[in-house]
């Protein structure tokens, strides 16, 4: 009987934290256009000529693409002229890429952007076994990136993966 009352407190235990994690990373709500989901941002540290790095998307329901927004801390302001996901060799290129505004810090700029990428590229992005890896390409032939690190990758990239398929339904 205690082994029983272990297992079903520790089954509690694992959807609660399960429910949570997904509450910290995903919402949604109904607007006009249909239902509007968005997962909250996401930092990561494997970054290369940029500082902090942090991403959020929005994918709104019937539709066929995901606003990708990213904030980028650089120390040159120059135009980024492409945005892509990378998972090892799979590239996938962004369209409308734009910048939404800049900030001027201490060291450098806060340049937020917006790209997007259609579902289905974003599906195998997230069920791709490679951590994925934000890549950016600056007017003067500057590269920046920032990429999961190896067990970010693996917990996020079955959390949205689940969530995605969950949309499908």
């Known amino acids: 009987m205690v082994r029983l009352t ?3 407190i520790s089954i509690s235990v694992s959807l609660i934290s399960l429910a949570q994690s997904i509450e910290k990373r995903y919402s949604s709500y109904v607007s006009e256009r249909g239902i509007v989901n968005f997962f909250r941002p996401k930092k990561l540290n494997n970054n290369v000529n940029m500082g902090v790095f942090e991403f959020d998307m929005t994918y709104v329901s019937h539709g ?6 990213c904030s980028i801390n650089v120390t040159s302001v120059e135009p980024i002229v492409r945005a892509e996901l990378i998972n090892g060799e799979d590239k996938k290129s962004g ?3 734009y910048v939404i505004y800049r ?9 937020r952007l917006s790209a997007r990428y259609q579902l289905k590229d974003i599906q195998e992005c997230f069920s791709n076994r490679n951590p994925l890896v934000f890549c950016f390409l600056m007017k003067n032939g500057t ?5 999961y690190s190896p067990s970010q990758w693996k917990k996020d990239s079955n959390l949205v993966t689940r969530i995605l398929s969950s949309l499908m339904l």
């Open 6 to 8: 272990l297992f079903l």
């Open 64 to 69: 066929d693409s995901v606003t990708v927004n």
């Open 95 to 97: 369209e409308n890429v």
């Open 103 to 111: 900030d001027i810090t201490k060291k450098g700029y806060i340049v």
């Open 143 to 147: 590269t920046c990136s920032a990429s």
